[in-house]
Structure formats: structure tokens, C-alpha cells
């Protein structure tokens, strides 16, 4: 395969656009100045001026076109894979609802078998398993009859059965044994959140202390602050914990986003979508794990309670939310959807920024900030 050398484009290279040459070359990007020459028999893409930035990064969906997580095979995750490229997001992680050992075992052997084929879309860099070690008062959409006490034995033979691939874990702090199994899953190279949790602030204080490095959908399903009582929400504020966000207009209103980029600085704000399987379909009946959902004008919730459930969301139309909520320019916005999640999950040294021997993830912005083209480890996205 020939080089691929991107022409013309305003490169986002160290928080900053400017002219710039992309060389894509074995699935990594090298950077040259705007007038380097392209040798003969190169592949050459000219994008007439448009933005070049890295590939989005969501640390935290449920599925989407039809396709719930907890029931996705290895082909159903490619189709996942698939549409979120479609959409500028060139990486993620597949997000586990709290269920039986059994079917997250079964979820578990899927994403291995995936990985063990090539990802020629959206690369599915590991598991996020959201619970089940979780507090059934601020359960969400979890099923609270396979909830359970911190358990480092079983989040152990999770991993061992994944091979390392369990990158991320969602626990509640004030579930007996919780803070306890924090630098056990450290130790298994799995980085926890907290949420879905009423924690009061000394023990999620107690539970950043162990090594929790994040908070699960920010300001959702969590014990919100109080001027006596600072809870889970007061001690994420407070800390240098990042914090996911959904940015929908539906689960965080914009002036809460807003608050909460001015309270944390946009280094440890991390731009999630939380989708569910309905992400890029019409509204209709769902469902998320065990439950099930129903889409009204784009905003899931359980049928049962009306407790909201996840997202349709995309994270291209959670970027132009955010340009749109905040007012900020672009080039400090994109950090929420590339940097920050690369960091938080420790693969900022290939992914997240454009740079030198960094993989050639990419997408290709119009002037409103829609996806004109996407590029996954140096292949150009076929579109659908």
C-alpha cells in the first residue's frame, strides 16, 4: 500500500490549527510542514482547507444501530464499529450493563473474538463494565436483582477471561467492599470510575484516594451537592477526577455543562454519548441489557419508570453541542472528545492528538463541523 499524504488541510497539532501536510504510512501519521513535497505514486488527498482532527474517542456507549452491547456478537460489534466511524469516532470501548456472570462472560469471549479479526473501522480498544458493583438506590437502568458487594475475585477472572482487555469499570464507593477492590483493579490495569452513587464525600473521597480516576455520566445518577452535605458530587468537583459528560441537551442542561467545563477546565472533561442500540434510528421501542426502552423524539427511557436510559447520541453532534452550549472556539472543545479520553484510559501514546508515529485516526471537518471524511489507522472510511 502506497503512503497517503493529506494536502490543504488546517492540521490541529498541538491544541492549534494551522497549515500543515499529513503523511499516513503503515497506519501512522507523521507531520510536515505545508509545502513538503509529495514523492511520485503517493495517494493524495486534498481537503481544500478544512479542519483535520484526531479521531473522537467514547469511552462509554451501549450500542447503536440496533445493536445492544449486551447482546452484540463479534459481527454485531463491527457494525457498531462501523457507524460510530461514520461519525468521527475512530475508537471506543464497548460498555457492559450490569448482568448475569454468565452473559458477561458470553460479552467478554465476543470482543475477543472481534479483536482477534482486523478492525478496519472504529477500533475497539477494550470493555468498559458499568457495574455490577453498584448501589441499587441509584441503580439507573441497571437491573437491581444482579447487583452485588465488591467483589475482587470475580472482577479478577473478568480479566483473566478478557486477557487485559477490561479497560474500565464503574463502581459505586458505598457498596460494602468497593473501596477495597479500587487497587485490585488497578493492579489489573482496569481504571475506575465512580457513580451511579450516593456516596457521601468521605468515602468517595476515601475512593479517589484508592485510585479512582474518573466519574460515570457526571451529575447523572449520583447524589447531588449540597452546601452541608458535598456528597460524591462535591468530592468530583473538588478532585482531579475526570468527568464523563453527556452532552445532549437532555441529561446535563447547558448551563450545567458549561458549569461543569468551568469547574474541572476542559483537561478533565471526557465527552461521552452513552448511546443505546436506537443510536441512528428512529425513535421506537428498545431495549438496554435486560430492559426496555422507549425512544420519543430522540430521548430513551425505560418503559417501565420513565427513568431516562442512556442516549441516541452521536459524539459529532456532541461536539457541535458543545460549540453551540459553551460559545468556545474549537480547538479547546476537542480535547473532551480526544485527548482527555486517551489519557484517562492510558492510550495517549498512540491515540488522541495528531503527532509523530501517533496511529493515523483522523477525521476531516466541514465548516459547520459535520464529518466530511474519516480515516481509521490510515485506511479512508468507505461512508455509507
Known amino acids: 500500500m502506497n503512503d497517503t499524504y493529506i494536502i490543504n488541510g488546517q492540521v490541529y497539532v498541538g491544541r492549534r490549527f494551522g497549515p500543515g501536510t499529513l ?73 457492559v450493563l450490569t448482568d448475569t456472570v454468565e452473559q458477561t462472560e458470553w460479552c467478554i469471549d465476543q470482543f475477543k473474538v472481534h ?10 480498544l477494550g470493555i468498559h463494565l458499568e457495574g455490577p458493583f453498584l448501589a441499587t438506590e441509584y441503580k439507573g437502568a441497571m437491573p437491581e436483582h444482579l447487583l452485588r458487594k465488591g467483589d475482587s475475585d470475580l472482577l479478577r477472572s473478568y480479566q483473566e477471561r478478557a486477557e487485559g482487555g477490561i479497560r474500565y469499570l464503574t463502581v459505586s464507593p458505598e457498596v460494602e467492599g468497593v473501596n477495597e477492590m479500587i487497587p485490585v483493579a488497578k493492579e489489573l ?115 417501565s419508570t420513565g427513568v431516562r436510559a442512556g442516549s441516541t447520541l452521536t459524539q459529532d453532534a456532541a461536539l457541535r453541542n458543545l460549540l453551540a452550549f459553551t460559545g468556545r472556539p474549537l480547538e479547546e472543545l476537542l480535547p473532551a472528545l480526544t485527548e482527555g479520553p486517551a489519557r484517562l484510559i492510558g492510550v495517549f501514546d498512540r491515540k ?29 472510511l468507505e461512508r455509507q
Not at 479483536?115 to 475497539?124: D, M
Not at 464525600?201 to 455520566?217: D, F, L, R
Request: with cysteine; net charge negative; glycine share 12%.
Open 23 to 95: 503523511r499516513l504510512a503503515q497506519g501512522k501519521l507523521q507531520v510536515l510542514p505545508a509545502d513538503a513535497p509529495v514523492p511520485e505514486g503517493a495517494q493524495v488527498v486534498d481537503v481544500q482547507g478544512k479542519r483535520v482532527v484526531p479521531g473522537f474517542i467514547d469511552v462509554h456507549t451501549h450500542g447503536a444501530v440496533g445493536v445492544d452491547v449486551n447482546g452484540a456478537t463479534a459481527e454485531d460489534l463491527e457494525k457498531i464499529g462501523r457507524f460510530f466511524a461514520g461519525n468521527g469516532t475512530t475508537s471506543w470501548l464497548c460498555s
Open 115 to 124: 479483536n482477534a479479526g482486523e478492525q478496519p473501522t472504529a477500533e475497539l
Open 189 to 303: 490495569g482496569i481504571v475506575t470510575a465512580i457513580g451511579h452513587s450516593g456516596a457521601d464525600y468521605e468515602t468517595a473521597m476515601e475512593a479517589i484516594g484508592n485510585g479512582a480516576a474518573a466519574a460515570t455520566h457526571t451529575f447523572n445518577a449520583m447524589g447531588l451537592l449540597h452546601q452541608h452535605r458535598p456528597a460524591i458530587m462535591g468530592a468530583v468537583l473538588e478532585s482531579d477526577v475526570y468527568c464523563e459528560m453527556i452532552c445532549d441537551g437532555r441529561h446535563l442542561h447547558p448551563g450545567v455543562v458549561r458549569l461543569l467545563i468551568k469547574t474541572k477546565g476542559l483537561d478533565r472533561v471526557v465527552a461521552i454519548t452513552d448511546s443505546i442500540m436506537a443510536a441512528g434510528l428512529p425513535d421506537g421501542k428498545y431495549h438496554l441489557g435486560v430492559n426496555e426502552v422507549v425512544v420519543e423524539d430522540g430521548d430513551a427511557k425505560l418503559a
Open 352 to 380: 488522541g492528538s495528531i503527532a509523530d508515529g501517533k496511529d493515523a485516526d483522523l477525521v476531516v471537518l466541514d465548516e459547520a463541523c459535520g464529518v466530511d471524511m474519516v480515516f481509521t489507522r490510515g485506511h479512508i
